[in-house]
């Protein structure tokens, strides 16, 4: 499980996370909403390890962020905003580079599984040659490859096609379901995150998004 507490951020005099609490728990698909400036990449990259909170405890299962950093980085994945690939090295090569570094190994086999579970049959291709969307699920294939528990993605669908999005989507839910991994991820697009996730947390000022949430028929939590 993952537990914040009372987490807060705050870049020199500006307040960017307040007091933020909230749980997820393994099987769960949590969406997080909220205008632009929300502070939810802000959130997800201290989630992620990769900045520190101002005030706050974040705990993954028995671990703290504070003293355990090493062994939590084992047990997430990050996808970031930004594709973050090799774009003159085939799909085969980037899976073997990220598997090199990962401490989890797998084999020629279970790595070109994990594309084709994502729906990406390009094996030989360049990631030059791949589409937008292409080069989302390899960014989210490779993010699998150490076998994280807690699995933080920004915006993993921005931008590409519908079936895409789907084909995303339900990989994304699957995985947490039948492997019981906590997933939190973060869309503009509310009509996937209300399919997808099992809770969406808003972020913000801005009531829009709950507002819009709440007619959709869900019952978002605000952070
Ligand atoms: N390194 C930084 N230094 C100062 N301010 C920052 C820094 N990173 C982010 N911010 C500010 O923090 C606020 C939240 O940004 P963040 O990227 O977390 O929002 P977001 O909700 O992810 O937005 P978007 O939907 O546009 O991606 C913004 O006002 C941004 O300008």
């Not at 503009?188 to 808003?202: E, G, K, P, S």
């Amino acid at each position: 499980m993952l537990e914040v507490q009372t987490l807060s951020k705050a870049y020199g005099r500006k307040q960017i996370l307040n007091d933020l609490s909230f749980t997820v728990h393994p099987g769960e698909v949590i969406g997080l909403v909220g205008e632009n400036g929300a502070g939810k990449s802000t959130l997800l990259q201290i989630l992620a390890t990769l900045s520190q909170p101002s005030a706050g405890e974040i705990m993954l299962y028995d671990q703290s962020y504070r003293t355990d950093v090493k062994i939590i980085r084992r047990q997430i994945g990050f996808v970031p905003q930004d594709i973050a690939l090799w774009e003159d090295f085939s799909v085969k090569e980037n899976m073997r580079f990220f598997e090199k570094l990962s401490w989890n190994h797998k084999n020629t086999e279970q790595l070109r599984q994990l594309c084709q579970d994502m729906k990406l049959n390009k094996w030989n291709e360049t990631v030059k040659q791949l589409s937008g969307g292409m080069k989302r699920k390899l960014n989210i294939a490779v993010s699998l490859i150490h076998d994280p528990d807690l699995l933080i993605l920004d915006e993993p669908t921005a931008g590409i096609d519908l079936k895409s999005r789907k084909d995303i989507a339900s990989y994304l839910a699957g995985l947490a379901k039948t492997q019981e991994k906590m997933i939190l991820y973060t869309s503009h697009d509310l009509d996937q995150i209300t399919q997808t996730c099992d809770r969406i947390y808003c972020m913000g000022d801005d009531p829009f998004y709950y507002q819009v949430l709440q007619a959709y028929g869900e019952q978002p939590v605000l952070l």
